[in-house]
């Protein structure tokens, strides 16, 4: 049974940051991509990041590039997500995700908010 846990949300200010963090378990977590996912209320949900699992090469939408990072620690059986300088529209709930099985976690909840 797959099973995909978030943790690392909270409440922060603009400009601060937080890591995200996914503990997998069930399948070979090194031979799959994964990637993280947020959806703010009323708001379709949105990719911000993804990560090969081959070559660890990332991709990141234009609205996180630079500020937002990707990666994993395959010994750990999680995938990571550093965000930086946090603004009040990164607010919602992020989710991780395995593209090739099609499977979600529960979501941690992201507010950035003064």
């Known amino acids: 049974q797959v099973q995909l846990v978030e943790s690392g949300g909270d409440l922060v200010q603009p400009g601060g940051s937080l890591r995200l963090s996914c503990v997998v378990s069930g399948l070979p977590f090194s031979k799959y991509g994964m990637s993280w996912h947020r959806q703010a209320p009323g708001k379709e949900r949105e990719m911000v990041a993804t990560?090969?699992?081959?070559?660890?090469?990332?991709w990141y939408p234009d609205s996180v590039k630079g500020r937002f990072t990707i990666s994993r620690d395959n010994a750990k059986n999680t995938v990571y997500l550093q965000m930086n300088n946090l603004k009040p529209e990164d607010t919602a709930m992020y989710y991780c995700?395995?593209?090739?099985?099609?499977?979600w976690g529960q979501g941690t909840q992201v507010t950035v908010s003064s």
């Open positions: 995700y395995v593209p090739y099985i099609n499977h």
């Open positions: 990560i090969n699992s081959v070559t660890n090469s990332t």
